[in-house]
């Protein structure tokens, strides 16, 4: 097995490639507590490469499948031909032996969505375009009932997002405990479409009025209001950090909300359920 971060990396990845090593250039980037991502650069290639880590960089033992990484990769082949140009990376090659896969760089001018967030900017296009693309896949999984099939495997969403997220606070808050537990069996029982699982301003890269969609690896056949609600919830905690803006950003969670529910009406009702 070739790690991320090691001397091996640079031949493994010239090889899939078909470039010379010596032409090759890693650089690491932010790969949160739970990849290693490197982007890799020639004079006329420029790509991200990633490999998820089966302990994850926190002071808690925290574990989840490496496995993961192939699925993230399937949700790319699967979104990619469905969706707009340019808003899931194209997979340029898949190593099952290393667990490793690389991928098309977004362009040199994108930015974060959470980078112009926390800078004060606040322009409503990535805020309308990520509720489109939402929409999209939403609309797309009514169409194509073997991606429940595909990606009906909910063991990494629990890991990563379940056990962190409703069983971790509800050990931290007791009382509350019974109300999680009912929020955790209705996330994990109501099975309606594609659910991306990260669906935060990290993970969409904007350009101008472009959104490209990434780290797709705790995507699941699930419910779509997880991804709503997440979004939702790290807009609002944005308003928090910058206090007077807080008008401004419940506006971004609108222009959302209003796009999301605006392509989606008849596959989403659920979304807008009073017990959601």
């Known amino acids: 097995m070739i790690a991320l971060d090691s001397p091996e990396a640079i031949p493994f990845i010239a090889s899939r490639l078909g470039c010379a090593p010596g032409a090759l250039k890693l650089t690491p980037l932010g790969g949160g507590v739970?990849?290693?991502?490197y982007l890799v650069e020639t004079d006329t290639l420029r790509c991200v490469a990633k490999q998820a880590l089966g302990k994850l960089r926190v002071e808690q033992d925290w574990f989840?499948?490496?496995d993961r990484i192939h699925l993230e990769a399937a949700a790319m082949r699967a979104l990619g031909p469905v969706l707009p140009a340019g808003a899931v990376p194209s997979l340029l090659f898949e190593d099952f032996e290393s667990g490793i896969i690389c991928m098309e760089a977004a362009s040199p001018q994108t930015r974060p969505w959470k980078d112009l967030l926390m800078r004060g900017e606040f322009d409503g296009r990535p805020a309308r375009e990520t509720g489109l693309l939402h929409a999209a896949w939403i609309r797309e999984s009514a169409l194509r009932p073997k991606?429940?099939?595909e990606f009906g495997g909910v063991q990494t969403f629990i890991d990563l997002r379940v056990d962190p997220y409703f069983r971790s606070t509800a050990a931290r808050h007791p009382d509350l405990a019974?109300?999680?537990a009912s929020l955790e069996?209705?996330?994990?029982?109501?099975?309606?479409?594609l659910v991306h699982g990260d669906l935060s301003p990290k993970n969409l890269l904007v350009d101008g009025g472009a959104v490209t969609l990434i780290d797709h690896e705790v995507i699941h056949w699930g419910?779509?209001?997880f991804d709503a609600a997440f979004l939702t919830n790290h807009l609002i905690l944005k308003a928090f950090y910058h206090g007077n803006r807080t008008a401004r950003l419940l506006e971004l969670a609108s222009a959302y909300w209003d796009a999301l529910l605006g392509r989606s009406e008849e596959h989403t009702s659920e979304?807008?359920?009073?017990n959601t």
């Open 64 to 66: 989840c499948s490496r």
């Open 34 to 37: 739970s990849n290693l991502v």
């Open 178 to 180: 019974g109300r999680f």
């Open 223 to 225: 419910d779509p209001s």
């Open 271 to 274: 979304l807008q359920s009073p």
């Open 185 to 193: 069996n209705k996330c994990l029982q109501r099975r309606i479409s």
């Open 147 to 149: 991606w429940g099939e």
